[in-house]
């Protein structure tokens, strides 16, 4: 192992060409006349543009180049001016002083208030190297000083994670095991997409893409034969034919729940499968005939709540059990109230068709998420950097961070426990933006200002930066050494630092590691290795856990090369196939060991907002509530085309799909001529949390009475110390801060009613990419 004292960088050989990776795809290296600019990999069959103009002149201009104090906090002290983050300027601060006063502040936080007063904020997908994945680096500090407040879950899925163990098994292992598409284009004949299926969001996997191969996967499907039928309020543009279907938002369950009816009453259902591998069937028979309640769910009570025809549903529901059906349901499906709902609504569909565990049929839960999912390469456990035991059991459901912040002491409850939020007074923050993450936040911003401490690791002065009392500078991948991997993406590779930090930038590790030494816990998390050392240790360790027919080369000899093909997996894949052919033998990690399409652990946590089997429950917020009279329009937020989430919004290639200079707000031709609105006009974007601007897209890919904003816009209010209009198109200061029920706590952004109108008052400027103001500190 290498000394991490040691300061000579050992001489390698480079690659004959020189890769990094993005999570949104590999790339090479290229210089000219010591300027580096990257290209797209020439083996990626449909490559992305994001992230090839990371290393240009416009995109570095707002890197953080020193650590930065905010002047407020460092001249009055901690916990006295928090009201003035983010319109306050900074003092820049050398490393060796800024180490020491952070040092002293988190001993004073942990001496007076213990560790569960810290909260170990790292929510994002942060950077693709799996050394230099912020979270990790940040979960090992926190541990290694004694602990921290953690969160629990996603705000992609954090509702699928907490209800699908329940039904049939954990999420990430669903994901990890969907059948892959070479199994779909042989066997699939009709691919129904409820939520959509959209090619943009396919641009990213965890960790970093190789291939960008879902493109060529849905035309080989579509070559053979396969109908895909695309149920959402916006048109796919996946760059295959799909019949669109346009539903209101939030109401899939409804429409799910009338296929079962008509299934039901067809008897076109599989009673063997219900009763060999599923448990729970009866109390669904009895909810989809109206036993409980009086109500069918039958195609016309789908009508009225869908808008989607009864006819149709009848059609559509006898054609799923003639013909080799997946269903699959898309992430933001349960990004709303009672989105657990739609999970179970998918799974209970499948398991009446009998066709899960079948080549090409069952239940997805991923596809045309990310790039990965239904990957034919082989699903391998990468490198990893083990993040040390956490000595507080305190933790939070990841959305949950304001309620947190605004109600310390008060109970929640989460998958049948109740919980206490912990009472925060230091915030310490690496690898994402909550300013982009999470809902309302004008009611965010309130609840940030209150710790009192916020210190944060930025490679850019996001907002969430800029609203933080310290921002210690960040290296970009291209400054560090590491290891690039990604399941079921095929490879691992060697990320070799092509460029020197900027300014006084340090990679994640050292910033941690000089803190930690000011500490007294120096060993206790860097164990004397630096990053070469740290590299060696996690490539041998996974090189020891592969599958013995996978042969890695040591250390040296992989660093050299710089890329192994990890390979197909041996068999084609077939999610829970397994399972279908011998449930006894490989059960579901259920407690019946079965599908469970009503659940008595669930039912008897006695959720009013989450019953025990898939049920219809009318959000507060949707096309058809009372709501409607002030805010008529569904807003629907989802991810970005040309960034990852609000990674890199101030790149030139974000920046060209801005309209005004805002977010593009996509309006059918029916609403905007309601509003004498036209493309590129300037809108107002309102309810009762907040208000943003916005660039009209007049489109007839979006159904009347519905909106479409992509997240990411980089959070720019036009006043920080009061809930203000809000100028650059960030939808999330109008999504709702609840959870999608009392059993997951998930993220419920897509239950959003607005009203939209022409923006006719003095346009304020666009600031999200002002640098802040840098004082002397005199």
Known sequence: MTDRRSTQRSPVERPPERLTAGHWGISEVMENGGRFSLRNWSKDPNPTQIGLDQMSEATEAMRVRRPSFRKGWLNRGAGNSGDQRGSEPFVEVPWDEANEIIAIELSRVIETHGNDAVYGGSYGWGSAGRFHHAQSQIHRFLSSIG?????????????????????????????????????????????????????????????????HNVLDAFKRMQSRGTRFINISPLRSGNGVEMEWLPIRPNTDVAMILALCYVILQTEAHDQDFLNTHCVGFESVREYLLGIFDGQPKDPAWACRITGVA?????????????????????????????????????????????????????????????????????????????????????????????????????????????????????????????????QDLNRFLKAWKLPETIIVHEQYWTATA??????????????????????????????????????????????????????????????????????????????ARVPSDVSLPPFDEFWRTGWIDLGRSPEPQVLLSNFRSDPASFPLPTPSGKVELSSDVVSNFNYADCPGRATWLEPEEWLGSTSTRLHPIHLVTHQPKRRLHSQLDHSCHSKEGKVAGREPILLNDHDAQQRNLRTGDLVRVYNARGECLAGVQVTEDVMPGVAIMATGAWFDPTDWTRPSL????????????????????????????????????????????ELPMIDSGD
């Open 147 to 211: 602990g921290y407040v953690r969160s629990k879950d996603s705000y992609s899925y954090g509702a699928g994670s907490v209800i699908l163990p329940h039904i049939v098994a954990p999420m990430d292992t669903l994901l990890d095991q969907h059948s892959d598409w070479s199994v779909l284009a042989e066997n699939t004949d009709l691919f129904v997409a409820f939520g959509g299926l959209q090619i943009k969001n396919t641009q990213m996997t965890a960790g970093g893409v190789s291939r």
């Open 310 to 438: 009864a006819e149709y549903i009848d059609v559509l529901a006898r054609e799923l059990s003639t013909k080799r059906t997946m269903v699959n349901a898309s992430w933001s499906l349960q990004r709303q109230r009672h989105g657990e709902q739609t999970y179970w609504a998918i799974v209970t569909l499948a398991a009446m068709l009998g066709q899960i565990g079948l080549p090409g049929g069952g239940f997805g839960v991923g596809y045309g998420t990310m790039n990965s999912v239904g990957s034919t390469n082989r699903r391998i456990s990468g490198p990893r950097l083990p993040q040390g035991r956490n000595a507080v059991s305190a933790y939070i459901p990841v959305a949950r961070i304001a309620d947190m912040l605004l109600n310390p002491t008060k109970s929640f409850t989460y998958d049948g426990k109740v919980g206490t939020y912990p009472d925060i007074r230091l915030i310490y923050w690496a690898g994402g933006n909550p300013f982009h993450h999470h």
């Open 466 to 543: 800029k609203a933080s009392d310290i921002v210690l500078p960040a290296c970009i991948a291209a400054e560090r050494d590491d290891l690039g991997f990604a399941s079921r993406e095929g490879y691992v590779m060697a990320m070799h630092r092509f460029k020197e930090p900027l300014a006084d930038a340090k990679s994640d590790y050292d910033i941690f590691l000089g803190i930690a030494e000011k500490m007294g816990f120096g060993n206790a998390f860097g164990e004397g290795l630096d990053e070469r050392g740290w590299l060696i240790r996690m490539y041998e360790d996974f090189r």
């Open 726 to 769: 809000e100028s650059h198109g960030n939808p999330n200061v109008l999504t709702m801060d609840q959870g999608t029920s009392a059993l997951s706590q998930g993220c419920s952004a897509l239950s959003c009613l607005v009203q939209v109108e022409r923006y006719l008052d003095e346009v304020p400027p666009v600031r999200a990419f």
